[in-house]
């Protein structure tokens, strides 16, 4: 399986569950990230001075917490698009950071698929998993990120199923609404969080044995995430926004390209392993 993702926190907030039951069953992960999220914004006061608006050491530190990150979640391979810092954050939609010459949503994307091309060749995955076309929630990187893979996946020669990585409104419905009175975050009303109908899903797999390890994996992104201490059950989190999200015991997709039979609570349902 290879997961192609637009920042530092993105494998372990869309996948995460994902990642850490296909290791742990001795699957060959490797997770392939296209910026350094140099344009973040960052939770804990003490590390504000790393910010674009200041030192701009948002990146470094970000790699640091993704190698934590990958650790947690077993990760065989890690790669950057293009090496390390080739491509850059390229910020919210609209933000002026997207003309930064080096961003990633302004670079060329034949090139940038052609680099990604070049790490599938190399990986030869069975199986790859981006972003659905909104890029999830319309995050500039991540639209890019769902192109080029859309673009060089399905050609790559060991390639025989990709998805997208999506969120199910009827499972964060049902979430928000066992965090609503509870959580310390602001719990959104239904409807505000970006979610995919569930007629559209193609695939549930259930992560409710790996939910300890994307917990260890969200905490370890420090700058961009936040989830309730222990004791309590990391049920949920929440990004510098303070918005409350559920963590799922299930993460869904949809089957984008490659065969569907048993397909519906594996990714690698009815393929030769
Ligand atoms: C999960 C994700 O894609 N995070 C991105 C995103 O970060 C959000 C952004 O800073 C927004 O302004 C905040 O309200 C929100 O809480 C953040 O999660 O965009 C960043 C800039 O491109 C990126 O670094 C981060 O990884
Ligand atoms: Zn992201």
Known sequence: ?????????????????????????????????????????????????????ASDQLGGYRAGELASACAALGVTRHRYLGGIGRWRDSGMAGTPSAAHPRAFSGGDPDEQAAQLAEILDEVRPQVVVTYDAFGGYGHPDHIRAHEITMAAAPKAASVERVFHTVSSRDAVTAGLAALRGRSAFRVPEDGELPVTPDETITTVLD?????????????????????????????????????????????????AHGPAEGAGADLFGGLAR
């Open 1 to 53: 399986m290879l997961l192609v993702h637009a920042h530092p926190d993105d494998e372990s907030i869309t996948t995460g569950g994902t990642i850490a039951r296909y290791t742990s069953e001795g699957a060959d992960v490797t997770v392939v990230t296209c910026t350094l999220g140099e344009e973040g914004e960052i939770i804990p006061p003490s590390l504000d001075g790393l910010g674009s608006w």
């Open 207 to 255: 992560v409710g044995a790996h939910i300890p390890a994307k917990a260890a994996a969200l905490r370890a992104h420090e700058t961009q995430v936040s989830v309730p201490a222990p004791p309590h059950l990391a049920d949920h989190f929440a990004l510098s926004n303070d918005v409350a999200q559920p963590i799922t015991t299930d993460e869904y997709f949809v089957l």
